[in-house]
Nanobody
Framework: QVQLVESGGGVVEGGGSLRLSCEAS????????WGWARQAPGKQRELVAA???????IYGASVTGRFTISGDNAEKMVHLQMNNLKPEDTAVYCC?????????????WGQGTQVTVSS
């Protein structure tokens, strides 16, 4: 059972930056993909960014050019650098990891960290 713990959330003014981090509780697992998703009140959860074990990245349309995801498979950590934050970025941000377990891919989620962007 992989447990993920996020850190780095908080309150920031519009135009500011935050860096989120997510660390796994153990290191003995094979990463298929890391990612971040967010959920704002009254809205569906949406993908923010993801990075495959080979380094390929994808971003949600609303954050492209402002957010950068980076992963450290050796240290079992993933980061999300968020620049030029906007009030609409306010949400709970959760990290996840897709782990190869035999012939299956299992997804583990963190509890989330709140990001609040003031106008």
């Amino acid at each position: 059972q992989v447990q993920l713990v996020e850190s780095g959330g908080g309150v920031v003014e519009g135009g500011g930056s935050l860096r989120l981090s997510c660390e796994a509780s153990e290191s003995d697992f094979s990463v298929n993909r890391w990612g971040w998703a967010r959920q704002a009140p009254g809205k569906q959860r949406e993908l923010v960014a993801a990075i495959a074990s080979g380094g390929r990245t994808i971003y949600g349309a609303s954050v492209t050019g402002r957010f950068t995801i980076s992963g450290d498979n050796a240290e079992k950590m993933v980061h999300l650098q968020m620049n030029n934050l906007k009030p609409e970025d306010t949400a709970v941000y959760c990290c996840y990891v897709d782990v190869a377990e035999g012939n299956m891919i299992r997804t583990y989620w963190g509890q989330g960290t709140q990001v609040t962007v003031s106008s």
